[in-house]
């Protein structure tokens, strides 16, 4: 039992007073003297006055002691109170167990974490063990034996709940104990951790996720400075992480971007607090690659920004198999040429681009003949390889730019898209053709393939890619059946009018070596005086099975060929020579006019030839007239005006042919040193009643007049054209009135019979 020394202290003191009062008086009274009765009597007085004296000590101690004992209530109370406040404030819980009575004190914060009151929570250490989760039982129980021995007391359990669920408790305590070291009781507060432990749960799977996952993530501040990457990150931009802290996301840009790109990206930022979709950035070996990128705006409790995350992959090995595959859905593996998907998707492409742009395309369908029979007579090993070289042959033949795929078994589609005419495609078809003529040697046999080719044109045809494919299809079907030449048109005229075009333009090639040209000559007269001045030179070609071509038909032909400039030559010298002749035969005639086509202007060749050909035959120059048509120099006036001042340069004349049809400019036609106007014949037609016709003419006559050149009318047909246009002081004209185009005359011209053979002859 343990003394209060303060109270022994007062005790003994009190004792010894009083011991020492009741001896010391005694004597005292002895030592006085008096009487026995008065001894007797003041014996009682000293009695009576120790008691007093005691008795009010014993009242002040008394008085004292309550004061300090209800000061010291007030404080506990007031304690009490705080810790209460402070366990509600934190939610906590307080428990007691006093070892004495092995009971334990739950507060009722404590009770209120488990849902319960402390009533029905109980106050023994079992009622507290059958709550706790079976799995944490024994480590709890583990942790508070353990505590017996160390100081401080901590413990992370489960307990059940009143509705059923378990909740997390953190408890903390404190074991007490007395003098001898006997424990006496053991305190603590117990807190709920339940969502605190989730929030860390799902912290570390978070910070679990970001480390592992294969995105790369990347957050900045508001102010757009990095502050956190993840090891993917680094793995795919290459920059390690204390590289990139503190720099901004553009360091990562690849160039590729305009700056609308971007601004919409912060637009959506902005109004939407996300953004999502490819960007091309740069990693750190400068290499340029694709990424698919998240975006995401942070906001604060305040609702301002805190944070932006991006999270991005790398799409480059999805964007190379991506296209493998699309390489693959759009190939033919065997001949590793479009197949019929691509095809179909460029026809659809090239019929929209026809439609906005007016270009012409076509479409040939080729199919190879009998091709069935070496499939099966030499296997079908062959029957690849073959197929794979007539691809490659014919991949070789066509135009850049064209679509040239396999459709499937023998059959390949061929897409030219600037195919303005039936010829052109009908040439390509050709081509096509005359590249399988050489044999194909495969697996030592020798073998020829011949194919059909079927041709549709559009927009003409058709203005739908079944409508264009399936014409085609007819197309082909008609060419395998006809058997003749291996190509068909959809349309009939068309397959005739290409062929022709191509067969005269492969037998135009040998027209000039085996002399089927002819000059025809159509004079050209005064309409003043009537007289004959001159002699236009027009070429013909006597052709061996269809007679006498005309030129309107073949110099086209020749001049998409190149062979024009061999035909001009020569019809150059036939005419000079023709007009050296006339001169020496004592023929009035003053020159001899000869047509130039508009494909030697660009070429330097023309003024050299004339020169030449003048040097050869001897022409005086001023006897020789160009005739150049106006739509020929409006092609390209400054090279125009640059050859006809060269040409004018070496004393010949010149004169505009076709005047009226090319929208030439009078500023322009000012400066053309040229001798002559050739009124086209288009506006002579309707002389001289058509209003409109003799505006025309007299407007072009007068222009002649002022600009001091002289007029010419072609196409006079009548003896009343004459009549009006030498009314309206035109000077020359030409036409079937004064004489047809005719070979040579026997005759020197320049005598009026003259005219009267020409006009009886039907040689034109
Ligand atoms: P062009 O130079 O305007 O020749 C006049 C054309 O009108 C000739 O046609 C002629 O036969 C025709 N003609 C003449 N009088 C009359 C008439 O009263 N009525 C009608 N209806 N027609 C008439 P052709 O010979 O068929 O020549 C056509 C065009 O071919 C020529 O037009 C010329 O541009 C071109 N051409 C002819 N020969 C050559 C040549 O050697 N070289 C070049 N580059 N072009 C030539
Ligand atoms: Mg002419
Ligand atoms: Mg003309």
């Known amino acids: ?89 934190t939610r906590d819980g307080l428990w007691d167990w006093d070892y004495a009575s092995q009971r334990v004190f739950f507060s009722d914060g404590y009770a209120a974490l488990l849902g319960l009151t402390p009533q029905a929570l109980g106050d023994t250490r079992e009622a507290w063990v059958a709550r706790l989760h079976p799995e944490d039982r024994e480590r709890a129980l583990q942790a508070l034996d353990a505590e017996m021995s160390g100081a401080q007391y901590e413990n992370i359990y489960r307990m059940r709940h009143a509705d059923g669920s378990y ?88 160039g590729r971007h305009d700056a609308a790109f971007y601004h919409s990206l912060w637009h959506a930022l902005q109004s ?9 950035n740069r990693r750190k070996s400068g290499e340029i690659y694709p990424q698919w990128q998240c975006i995401r705006v942070i906001h604060d409790e305040q609702g301002r920004i805190s944070h932006y995350v991006a999270v991005f992959s790398d799409i480059t090995a999805l964007k190379r198999s991506q296209r493998e595959l699309d390489y693959l859905a759009h190939h033919d593996p065997l001949s590793n040429l479009p197949n019929r998907l691509l095809f179909t998707e460029r026809v659809a492409h090239a019929l929209e681009r026809s439609a906005g742009e007016q270009l012409c395309g076509a479409v040939l369908l080729i199919d190879l003949d009998h091709f069935k029979h070496i499939n099966e007579s030499l296997g079908h090993n062959v029957g690849d390889l073959l197929l794979k070289e007539v691809g490659e042959r014919l991949l070789a033949a066509v135009p850049a730019g064209s679509t040239l795929a396999r459709l499937g078994g023998d059959e390949f589609g061929l897409l030219c898209e600037h195919c303005a005419e039936a010829t052109q495609a009908a040439e390509l078809a050709q081509r096509l053709l005359r590249c399988l003529d050489a044999p194909f040697r495969l697996h030592g046999h020798e073998l020829y393939i011949g194919a059909s080719i079927g041709i549709s044109l559009f927009p003409d045809d058709a203005a739908s890619v079944e409508q264009v494919l399936r014409n085609a299809d007819s197309a082909l079907f008609k060419a395998k059946s006809s058997g003749r030449e291996g190509y068909a048109f959809y349309v009939q005229e068309l397959t005739d009018y290409a062929r022709q075009r191509v067969e005269l333009a492969s037998s135009l090639r040998h027209a000039l070596d085996n002399q089927e040209l002819r000059v025809y000559y159509q004079p050209l007269h005064d309409l003043q005086d009537g007289s004959a001045v001159g002699m236009e030179a027009l070429v013909r070609w006597q052709h ?52 130039v086509s508009s494909r030697l202007f660009g070429r330097g060749e023309l003024e050299q030839r004339v020169a030449q050909v003048l040097a050869d035959t001897g022409l005086a120059p001023a006897q020789l007239e160009l005739e150049v048509t106006e739509s020929a120099i409006m092609e390209d006036p400054d090279a125009a005006l640059l050859l006809l001042t060269r040409l004018r340069g070496l004393g010949v004349r010149l004169a505009i042919d076709d005047f009226g049809t090319g929208y030439s400019s009078l500023a322009r036609l000012k400066r053309l040193p040229v001798d002559k106007l050739k009124l086209d014949q288009s506006f002579v037609r309707g002389l001289p009643d058509d209003a409109e016709d003799a505006a025309i003419a007299r407007a072009v006559i007068a222009l002649g007049h002022s600009l001091g050149i002289k007029v010419l009318a072609e196409g006079i047909e009548q003896a009343a054209q004459a009549d009006f246009l030498r009314e309206l002081g035109c000077h020359y004209g030409q036409g079937y009135h004064f004489g047809r185009p005719q070979p040579v005359p026997s005759q020197p011209i320049g005598v009026p019979e003259a005219t009267q053979a020409e006009r009886a002859s039907t040689g034109d």
């Not at 020749?558 to 035909?567: C, F, H, P, R």
Request: charged share 20%.
């Open 167 to 254: 909740r997390w408790l953190h408890s903390r305590g404190r074991l007490l104990r007395d003098e001898a070291g006997q424990p006496q009781r053991f305190i603590g507060v117990a807190s709920d951790i339940t969502q605190r432990r989730a929030d860390e749960d799902s912290l570390r799977q978070a910070a679990a996720v970001f480390d592992a996952t294969q995105e790369g993530v990347l957050v900045t501040d508001p102010e757009q400075r990095i502050v956190h990457v993840n090891p993917a990150f680094s793995r795919i931009t290459g920059y390690a992480a204390e590289e990139i802290l503190g720099q901004q996301p553009s360091l990562l840009k690849s």
């Open 272 to 280: 939407r607090g996300a953004w999502s979709g490819e960007v091309w």
């Open 1 to 89: 039992m343990r003394i209060d020394t303060a109270a022994l202290r007062l005790t003994l003191g009190y004792l010894l007073l009083a011991a020492s009062w009741i001896l010391l008086s005694d004597q005292l009274l002895a030592a006085l003297g008096l009487s026995a009765a008065q001894q007797d009597h003041l014996q009682s007085f000293k009695g009576l006055l120790f008691v007093a004296l005691t008795g009010a000590l014993l009242y002040l101690v008394l008085q004292r002691h309550a004061r300090h004992h209800r000061r010291a209530r007030l404080q506990l109370a007031d304690n009490e109170e705080r810790l209460r406040l402070a366990l509600d404030a």
């Open 544 to 595: 061996p099975q269809r007679g006498l071509v005309s030129p309107a038909e073949f110099i086209p032909i020749a001049e998409d060929n190149g062979l024009i400039g061999a035909i001009d030559a020569w019809v150059l010298e036939q005419a000079c020579r023709q007009m050296v002749r006339w001169h020496a035969a004592g023929s009035a005639l003053r020159f001899v006019a000869v047509n």
